[in-house]
């Protein structure tokens, strides 16, 4: 890891707030997603907003990718602008019985080459965090983050909705043939 990915002295931290979500256009979908936003943020000015897919593997502090201390980092040397991250696990069923299992639908949602997911995330979720915090609606303003299939449903999002999202950030990006990827 390098300087960017651990704490600094004197570098303001942001905060990160859980929340669930149940979602409308994957009917049925519970998932948990997380808000970091900026110390420097105020609402008189929109921010940049970032998704991350998988959000719980990039939200941690002390795992491979903490995204929210390379945020602090960046934001704090001027080398990123005020970004607020909407970071968003998959969809998933709730268990049907106590002696059952939730039955993640994250294959559907970030491989399926559909606008579902950009809808997911434009009607549903930056709706939803817009209500809080005031998010830019400038494309170039906004970056679509993930890994494996979370990079291809970020390509995807991307593709469909260039009007949207104008940065995208695929890590091993899963363009192969699931559900036509390739």
Known sequence: ???????????????????????????????????????????????????????????GVDGDTRAPIVFDNLIHQGKLPVTIAVLINPGYFPPVAPDKQPVSNRSFEYDTLSDQFARFLLEEMLPAVGEKYKLTQDPAGRAICGASSGGICSWTVAWQRPDAFSKVLSHVGSFADIRGGN
Request: glycine share 10%; charged share 15%; no cysteine.
């Open 1 to 59: 890891l390098g300087p960017d990915s651990q704490r600094q002295p004197g570098v303001p931290q942001g905060t990160i707030t859980k929340h669930e979500w149940r979602s409308t256009i994957f009917l049925g979908m519970l998932r948990d997603y997380w808000v970091y936003v900026p110390a420097q943020y105020t609402p008189d000015k929109p921010a940049n907003v970032m998704v991350f897919q998988d959000g719980g593997s990039y939200v």
